[in-house]
């Protein structure tokens, strides 16, 4: 396994980190624990929760992935100073939590201590904002016109800024949190917060979560621009696109428990005649270079650069193997131009 630096951080992760938002919905108890102890013995130090977990989240199963991995920790208290743990707290728009209000500094010392009650530990390595209080471009919300960046108050989303900042502070001063990050924000949502940081001398955004994959690579190339020059961590989520990668769900398939047979949420489920047809030329390019499909998509994931680690998940043993030993491959400059090739034909499918 290899390690990178996460951003201005003194951490050093897993270039795998493992995704846990399926424990407490598709995955149990003994599910998790098996995935922890093969990932952990694969070198794997890097765990990713979040108090909305599981997903698709409902009230039911909200803070269950916290609760599991917690009751881990608590049965391997020897091994949790091995560990780097990143959880997060859940934007507006879900009733269920605090209202579906925003995130406010009252909402993060409240969740912070939710978070470690139920992950069973007296600190979170890595504390992340789940989405911005402002719409931004994510969850499908890509294209032209279906975000009004115009219609934002800057000043009152700048101010809400600084406000969880200062929350954030007091967590870190208190040994709550170690670092704090970013997830599914913006260059802008970036560059404020270090700006807000550097000037009060609060807490510095270390890392950013986003949706990125050979689908999906808005970011690329001036949110990971602006990742490298700033000192900010980037970890793709959804390298496989909730899985179209793999080729599972071509030509209208959707195997039995598969992601794709639960609730649809946040446009993430894609299904057209574009990502079809994407998806359909990796599969055959990953087959003629005796890769599988989710082998070719995670080893290019973690060859681009700028990316710091990629959060994996997996429903089954089978697939967790088969995801991790992806980071095995090291594509050679002929096989990445062929999969720029496609790429070139499909640059927004999904």
């Not at 406010?104 to 007296?122: F, N, P």
């Not at 994407?278 to 080893?299: F, G, H, I």
């Not at 700028?306 to 043993?317: D, E, F, L, P």
Request: net charge negative; charged share 20%; with cysteine.
């Amino acid at each position: 396994m290899q390690y990178s630096r996460l951003g201005s951080s003194d951490l050093q992760v897993s270039r795998v980190c493992l995704g846990t938002m399926t424990w407490g919905k598709q995955n149990d108890q003994a599910d998790a624990d098996a995935q922890l102890e093969y990932s952990l013995n694969q070198g794997i130090n890097f765990i990713d929760t979040a108090e909305m977990y599981a997903v698709p989240p409902s009230a039911d199963t909200y803070g269950k992935t916290e609760t599991i991995l917690g009751n881990w920790l608590a049965k391997n208290a020897s091994k949790r100073k091995e560990l780097i743990v990143a959880s997060k707290i859940a934007g507006p728009g879900i009733s269920y939590i605090r209202g579906g209000g925003d995130i406010t500094a009252e909402a993060v010392i409240q969740s912070v201590d939710a978070s470690l009650q139920r992950l069973q530990t007296d600190y979170i390595d890595l504390y992340q904002l789940h989405w911005p209080n402002r719409t931004t471009p994510h969850f499908g919300k890509h294209w032209p016109g279906q975000v009004s960046f115009t219609d934002v108050d800057t000043l009152k989303h700048s101010n809400q800024m600084l406000e969880i900042l200062q929350a954030l502070d007091t967590c870190v001063k208190a040994g709550k949190i170690r670092y704090c990050g970013l997830s599914d924000d913006t260059t802008w949502g970036i560059a404020e917060y270090l700006r807000l940081s550097e000037k009060y001398s609060l807490p510095r955004m270390v890392s950013i979560q986003n949706e990125f994959n050979l689908l999906h690579t808005k970011d690329w190339p001036y949110l990971v621009e602006q990742c490298v020059h700033s000192d900010v961590a980037y970890l793709p989520w959804s390298p496989l696109a909730g899985g179209m990668l793999s080729g599972k769900y071509l030509n209208g398939q959707r195997p039995e428990g598969s992601r794709w047979t639960l609730t649809q949420r946040n446009g993430l489920f894609r299904d057209t005649p574009m990502s079809q047809a994407a998806v359909k030329e990796y599969v055959d390019l990953a087959a003629s270079l005796s890769m599988t499909p989710c082998q070719l998509a995670l080893a290019w994931v973690n060859q681009v650069d700028g990316v710091t680690s990629t959060i994996i998940g997996a429903t089954s043993m089978v697939q967790l193997k088969e995801d991790i030993g992806a980071f095995e491959h090291r594509l050679s400059d002929t096989q990445l131009a062929a999969i720029a090739a496609v790429h070139q034909r499909f640059p927004v499918a999904f």
